[in-house]
């Protein structure tokens, strides 16, 4: 008999609660290069339509954990790929092992011998992840192409010796700024609307990060002209030292870019392993599964449980990037199990309440709310006092309208979630419209408090 046919998917997801937790992606795609902007809710389908690269593993990793929408926008990679020298361990047991091609992500490969033999005879395993997991046992032969890589083994003629390893590390090629920068204009010339953006590679140098996050501050201030409130991720490589990092955002006032070091172990999407990845995408993913008015330090969301290792703590570092760079950086924290954010940052001078990411998001949404409300009272005709100030009862529609629509986007959300403390809403009544012509109203979100710091006493 017929019968209805059900996909099984990794996970499952769906349009956004607000466009304030919505990410777009930006990064290499290994079958489209030209940017445009996909919508993805589930995980399964984006490596079908897009192939394999960072900004696919990204998205995936963003849809499986949030279990919401995710944008991509593929892009040029001016910087090209590379892959080093195959070292063989015990050195020279066997014949040589090479590889070509053009790596479409950052992979540890280790090829592994499991029976020894020559060409045909002999069988190997791959590990995408520096040996942490393996794929299946295979046959050798002159080449074989590793699966979504874009990595070639080449075997040479001879003897295999049994546990003999190959190693080497391949680097995907990159975006340069102005490739960014060409994908966020598609991406603001889309119907589609993210609050956030992550170019999700990691840049080579911290004086190619900061080129980026200029690029980003510059982006983001012309999507702002444009009425999109939108900030944006960029990743510093873990490989850059921390006084590097320091020395070079010393001067940058960015308060709608985001700085993130270090880096992060998240499982594949459609590669299997585990795999290094910059922190930025772990803070991509708390951005879009936890409230936007939650600090992605907040400890009551707990660990970061997407994460399942790293390489830099905060926590025991001498300098400390949260406080000399304004970088979000994982740390521990004694007495809890996992890792955590020390706290979400963005470039904005420390002197500015705009530093806190969290506040920002939560401005960023009032003014989502409240820009299409203000939109209609352009040219509107409101009725006046005999001195020319606007009438009461048009000052108190006004209000309440712009006041009910922000109450039900902070306060009373249908989750139950309050993001801010109060808001208010006030049309000057002193300003003689008859003669400015120009409506004047002061809207104002009180945030939530932060604990920063932590003081307890304790005593018997």
């Known amino acids: 008999m017929p019968s209805a046919n059900i996909s099984i998917v990794q996970s499952a997801s769906g349009q956004p609660k607000s466009i304030a937790r919505l990410i777009a992606v930006i990064g290499r795609c290994s079958s489209v290069a030209t940017p445009a902007v996909y919508a993805y809710d589930s995980d399964a389908s984006i490596p079908t339509e897009l192939g394999d690269g960072p900004a696919v593993e990204c998205a995936m990793a963003i849809a499986r954990e949030s279990g919401q929408r995710v944008l991509v926008v593929p892009c040029a990679t001016t910087v090209a790929g590379s892959m080093t020298a195959v070292t063989e361990t015990p050195a020279g ?32 395993r791959v590990s995408l992840d520096d040996g942490a997991s393996y794929g299946p046992t295979l046959l050798t032969a002159t080449t074989y192409l590793i699966p979504k890589t874009g990595v070639t083994l080449n075997f040479a003629a ?25 994908a966020v204009t598609v991406l603001l010339a889309s119907g589609q609307k993210a609050s956030g953006i992550i170019v999700a590679q990691f840049d080579p140098a911290a004086a190619d990060t900061l080129a980026m996050a200029t690029q980003l501050k510059t982006d983001m201030a012309s999507a702002l002209t444009s009425k999109r409130y939108v900030r944006a991720i960029c990743c510093a490589d873990p490989s850059e030292t921390d006084a590097d990092i320091v020395t070079s955002f010393a001067s940058i006032d960015a308060e709608r870019v985001v700085l ?11 590669v299997k392993g585990s795999f290094r990845r910059p922190a930025g995408w ?35 570092e001498t300098i400390k990037l949260r406080d000399d760079a304004r970088a979000t950086v994982i740390e521990t924290r004694p007495g809890s199990t996992g890792l955590f954010f020390a706290r979400g940052l963005t470039l904005a001078d420390p002197s500015s309440v705009f530093q806190d990411l969290n506040i920002c998001r939560v401005v960023d949404e009032a003014c989502r709310v409240a820009q299409p409300l203000l939109n209609e009272e352009v040219n509107n005709d409101p009725a006046l006092k ?75």
């Open 93 to 124: 047991t066997g014949p040589a092992v090479t590889v070509t091609g053009t790596p479409n992500d950052h992979f540890d490969v280790v090829c592994k011998i499991v029976k020894a033999g020559a060409i045909g005879v002999a069988k190997f």
């Open 158 to 182: 001879g003897t295999y010796v049994l546990d003999t390893e190959y190693t080497f590390t391949t680097t995907e090629p990159t975006p340069a700024p102005a490739d960014v920068s060409a």
């Open 260 to 270: 993130t070091c270090g880096d992060a172990y998240i499982s594949g999407g459609s």
């Open 282 to 316: 772990a803070a991509a993913i708390k951005y879009a599964k936890n409230r936007f008015s939650s600090d992605l330090g907040n400890g009551a969301d707990g660990p970061l449980s997407y994460v399942n290792d790293y390489t830099r703590d905060e926590f025991v």
């Open 386 to 460: 005999s001195d020319g100030t606007i009438a009461d009862d048009e000052a108190e529609r006004i209000e309440a309208r712009i006041g009910d629509a922000l109450e039900t986007a902070l306060l009373k959300t249908a989750d139950g979630v309050a993001h801010a403390s109060a808001v208010s809403v006030l049309v000057d009544r002193a300003n003689v419209i008859a003669t400015t012509e120009d409506l004047r109203i002061t809207i104002t979100v009180q945030k939530k408090g932060q604990n920063k710091t932590v003081s307890a006493t304790m005593g018997i």
